[in-house]
Structure formats: structure tokens, C-alpha cells
T-cell receptor
Framework: DSGVTQTPKHLITATGQRVTLRCSPRSGDLSVYWYQQSLDQGLQFLIQ???????AKGNILERFSAQQFPDLHSELNLSSLELGDSALYFC??????????????FGPGTRLTVL | GNSVTQMEGPVTLSEEAFLTINCTYT??????LFWYVQYPGEGLQLLLKATKADDKGSNKGFEATYRKETTSFHLEKGSVQVSDSAVYFCALSDRGSSASKIIFGSGTRLSIRP
């Protein structure tokens, strides 16, 4: 158990809909990262928040957005969903805002299926 | 830009065989290097890491050495077990960056036969 929790575990929805994925980081970790894992694109970094502020952006679509709240939990919002958005979405957390070899701890993921 | 290339799978071995999964990287500066493992139905777990040249990371019988001259970080284990069946990801993190995203390789699926 990494200490990172994600809800829900599974999500099935229809095209055009909007969903929210939730992540709670490990106690004491200030950074939250979101990744998408799909069969064709592999594991891709989406976005990072550090202590409530956006720190880095990766291959995140404009239909997707995220935020980190004062209690440090984070939400990833996916809207106007398309079939191709079906994937595993992972959240990770780390202590610091920069790497320097700091480990990121991954949650168990949310499996999103868009029908 | 930074990138990671790792050996394509799937790799199938018999129990107690020797394992090597190749990984090479392209990066500016001095990245930290990682191997993550994903067991079926689970999230990623850090297996081992190395933060500077010639460092050797090790854990659970797995080893990898940070080779700057060959820009490689190959994963090895002397005797694999059925429980090692998983997907293995080589990754790097650019320590010089103000952010800390990790760039992952495409993953190598390892299956161990009893």
C-alpha cells in the first residue's frame, strides 16, 4: 500500500459526458501528479500540482483540467469524453516539488471506460 | 527532449533463469533513473533508483547500474521467480528541471513459467 488513494476504482460512462477522478496523496506529500496509461500511448504525464499550484503540464488535453485543494487532495476533471479517453488514470505524490531523485508514490488507479 | 527506450516485450522466462531488460535514455543534464514495476491489477511501485553515474540501485534481488558513458540503466536479476511476473518500466526524472515529471519507457511485460 503506497498511501495514495484514488476513487473511484472503476468508472463507466458515455461519450460526451464529464467525470471527476479524485486523489488523496500520502500524508506529508505536497506534490500530486496525474498520469494516463493507455494501450496505444503508454504511460503519459498529464499534470503536476505542488501545494495547490500548477507546477508542470504534460500531454493534457484542453478538455481535461485538474486542481489541488487546500487539504492537498486533487481532482482530475475530464469533459466531453471520447472513446479514446478510455484508460487507466494514475495519481502519484511526492514530498517535494522537484525531483532530485525523489520517489513518486503511485495510487492504484482509476479505470475509465467510455462507451 | 528527454526520452527512455526500453526492450520490447513480452519476455517469457523459466523460473530461476537470468533476467536482463535493456534500457537506454536520452537526457540533457544529469537525470535520476528509476525502474518501476506494475503487478497485475495494481499501480506502479518503485523497484529501484540511481541518482548519479555509477550508482547501483538494488532491491528484491534486482539490480541496475547508472552508466553515463553508454546512457543505459539495464535491469538484471540472477534468478527470477514466478512472482516476478509483471510489467517493468524504466524511467527518468530531470533533476535540473523546476518540475519533476517522470518520463517512462513503454514498459516490458515479463512472464515467468514455473
Amino acid at each position: 500500500d503506497s498511501g495514495v488513494t484514488q476513487t473511484p476504482k472503476h468508472l463507466i460512462t458515455a461519450t460526451g459526458q464529464r467525470v471527476t477522478l479524485r486523489c488523496s496523496p500520502r500524508s506529508g506529500d505536497l506534490s500530486v501528479y496525474w498520469y494516463q496509461q493507455s494501450l496505444d500511448q503508454g504511460l503519459q504525464f498529464l499534470i503536476q500540482y505542488y501545494n495547490g499550484e500548477e507546477r508542470a503540464k504534460g500531454n493534457i488535453l484542453e478538455r481535461f483540467s485538474a486542481q489541488q485543494f487546500p487539504d492537498l487532495h486533487s481532482e482530475l476533471n475530464l469533459s466531453s469524453l471520447e472513446l479514446g479517453d478510455s484508460a487507466l488514470y494514475f495519481c502519484a505524490s511526492s514530498v517535494a516539488g522537484t525531483s532530485g531523485g525523489n520517489e513518486q508514490f503511485f495510487g492504484p488507479g482509476t479505470r475509465l471506460t467510455v462507451l | 527532449g528527454n526520452s527512455v527506450t526500453q526492450m520490447e516485450g513480452p519476455v517469457t522466462l523459466s523460473e530461476e533463469a537470468f533476467l536482463t531488460i535493456n534500457c537506454t535514455y536520452t537526457a540533457t543534464g544529469y537525470p535520476s533513473l528509476f525502474w518501476y514495476v506494475q503487478y497485475p491489477g495494481e499501480g506502479l511501485q518503485l523497484l529501484l533508483k540511481a541518482t548519479k553515474a555509477d550508482d547501483k540501485g538494488s532491491n528484491k534481488g534486482f539490480e541496475a547500474t547508472y552508466r553515463k558513458e553508454t546512457t543505459s540503466f539495464h535491469l538484471e536479476k540472477g534468478s527470477v521467480q514466478v512472482s516476478d511476473s509483471a510489467v517493468y518500466f524504466c524511467a527518468l526524472s530531470d533533476r535540473g528541471s523546476s518540475a519533476s515529471k517522470i518520463i517512462f519507457g513503454s514498459g516490458t511485460r515479463l512472464s515467468i513459467r514455473p
